[in-house]
């Protein structure tokens, strides 16, 4: 499913309109109905309701009128509460219906709306602002959002919650809390990304009759297992474990010896043929957990942490991997610098770059530009911090626009970018996928080191970097979620993510 910006949302409207024909009138008709039936179909009874409806002077505004004449057929108590009389000509035509029909309609003010907190509303629906807000909410709006967040009322949005962004799915001053919001045609940015999500409650889409045909360059989407390609999880049945691949991994150190057998654990449950873990003999005390399956090449260390010396002994090995992953549980230092630039010098096998591997090319102008110009697949799973660190930007501007982020990162080093957070963002610079499955309860430290270890898993099982990616970024949620019909948030570790893959990937199977 695709994912609007405002300016595409307006221009699909502005094709369909003066292109194809379709009176906005008709689309605004068509919205505002959207909304009613799906209020209608939430409630047994409209009749015995109090509902408001509150509107602004925009289309937004415009799609709320129409709401309005729809409930006030089948409720005789419905009041619209209108900010200001000067609304757009669409609107107006809505607006004189409902003066027609004499439906209670005011106009908005600070009294009103203070007497408005005796009366009761059971159902309020926010055609505030849509998706043109354009700055912050302050003054009466303000105090009626916040009037509203605080009346009990099932909210319904009409398109976006009002006082978010639905470019950037920040909230601008305030916004209105819905249970429910019903967008049109596709969903905004606003309507996927936290924290806009949060404040949609449900988000619903509807179709109001703009034709598909006009509706074209669009990058962003939602990942669905429609587009996942599953293809290579059949086996033949006289496969041997050359067919599936070896992952090699780089990672630990005497500090986190645990990123390393998060990762490679993910990675041999996740279905590759062989999986060679290289990782420092200090980091070896604790790996009482790691699966048998893994190869262990223990590598000589310095103070605890890989070595450039140690690291060379292996390059034979290197040479054979089908993928290499590089950073979790590094720590950064110069060794680490200088094995990673040994390696993008050297070698030209798939490379998935996390966590310290991710800090150490932040650092390095000498590593960006190798990896920029390095001749094979690259993945770099970067969570916002070190996506900041990468970009050389504040952490609070990869939150306003992590699109901008991920696709920045991909671009300039040509690679797959996995943007990780609460909605992951995978891309390859041009399209855009955004993760809305998983849960907070993947927040804990390790759940990335796994994420890692299903991408190398997959890569090395014939997927491309960017089908690796999505599939393992889907994986690793689904675990997570299953997990959580049977576990409460706090209880459900990394560990039982790597678990967790088998109902997944059975789940994701089965359809
Ligand atoms: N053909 C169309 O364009 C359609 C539009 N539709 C609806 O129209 C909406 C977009 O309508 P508009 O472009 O008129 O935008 P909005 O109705 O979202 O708001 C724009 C109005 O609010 C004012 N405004 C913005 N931010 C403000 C703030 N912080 N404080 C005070 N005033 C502020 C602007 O000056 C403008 O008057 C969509 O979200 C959707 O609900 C639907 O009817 C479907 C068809
Ligand atoms: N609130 C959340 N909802 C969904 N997924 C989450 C949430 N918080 C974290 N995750 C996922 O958990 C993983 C955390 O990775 P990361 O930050 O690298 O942790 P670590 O480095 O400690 O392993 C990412 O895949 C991220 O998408
Ligand atoms: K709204």
Do not use: W
């Not at 129409?66 to 409930?71: E, N, S, T």
């Not at 990304?193 to 109001?208: A, E, F, Q, R, T």
């Not at 890569?459 to 690796?468: K, L, P």
């Amino acid at each position: 499913m695709f994912v609007l910006t405002s300016s595409q949302m307006r221009e699909i409207d502005r094709k369909a309109s003066q292109e194809i024909g379709i009176p906005e009138v008709v689309l605004m008709e068509n919205a505002g109905f959207c909304v009613f039936e799906e209020i209608r179909k939430d409630f047994e009874t409209l009749d015995d309701k109090n509902i408001a409806v509150f509107c602004g002077k925009g289309n937004n505004g415009g799609d709320g009128f129409v709401v309005a004449r729809y409930l006030a057929q089948v409720c005789p108590n419905v009041k619209v509460f209108l900010f200001d009389e000067n609304v757009t000509l669409i609107s107006k035509v809505f607006l004189d219906i409902l003066k027609r029909l004499e439906v209670d309609v005011s106009i908005l003010s600070e009294e009103l709306l203070l007497s408005l907190k005796t009366q009761r509303f059971d159902i309020i629906v926010d055609a505030i602002f849509g998706i043109g807000l354009s700055k912050d909410i302050d003054g009466l709006y303000k105090k009626a959002i916040e009037y509203i967040n605080g009346s009990g009322a099932y909210v319904y949005s009409v398109d976006i919650p009002s006082g978010i962004c639905s470019d950037s799915a920040s909230v601008r001053g305030c916004a209105v809390k819905a249970n429910k919001t019903v967008t049109f045609v596709y969903p905004k940015i606003g309507n996927i990304l936290y924290p806009g999500s949060y404040y949609c409650g449900k988000v619903i889409v509807k179709d109001i009759g703009i034709p598909e045909k006009i509706i074209k360059d669009i990058k962003v989407k939602i990942l669905t297992a429609e587009d996942l390609d599953i293809s290579k999880f059949y086996r033949f049945p006289d496969s041997h474990k050359g067919d599936y691949g070896k992952v090699g991994i780089v990672a630990g150190s005497k500090y986190y010896p645990g990123a390393a057998v998060l990762c490679s654990n993910a990675a041999v449950q996740s279905g590759c043929g062989l999986c060679y873990l290289i990782t420092p003999q200090e980091a070896l005390y604790f790996q009482n957990l790691r699966k048998p399956e893994i190869v262990v090449l223990p590598l000589e260390g310095k103070e605890g942490v890989i070595s450039f010396d140690g690291f060379v002994k292996f390059d034979e090995y290197l040479a054979k991997f089908d993928v290499l992953g590089f950073g979790c549980g590094l720590t950064k230092n110069e060794e680490v610098e200088k094995i990673l630039i040994h390696i993008l010098e050297n070698f030209q096998i798939p490379i998935v770059i996390d966590a310290d591997g991710l800090n150490t090319l932040s650092s390095s102008q000498k590593a960006k530009k190798l990896l920029a110009n390095y001749k094979s697949q690259k993945v770099l799973t970067p969570h916002y911090m070190e996506a900041a660190r990468i970009l050389g930007v504040d952490v609070k501007d990869v939150a306003k626009s992590p699109i901008d982020a991920a696709t920045k990162i991909a671009s300039e080093f040509r690679a797959i970018c996995v943007l990780k957070g609460s909605r992951t963002i995978i891309t390859d610079g041009d399209e855009v996928f955004i993760n809305v499955l998983g849960n907070p309860g993947m927040a804990k430290g390790g759940s990335g080191d796994v994420l890692t270890g299903i991408i190398l898993s997959m890569i090395a099982q014939g997927y491309s970097a960017f089908e690796a990616a999505k599939l393992s970024v889907y994986l690793h949620s689904l675990s997570a979620d299953i997990l959580l019909e049977k576990k409460a948030m706090q209880t459900i570790l990394p560990s039982d993510i790597i678990e967790g893959l088998d109902s997944a990937i059975r789940r994701l199977i089965e359809g």
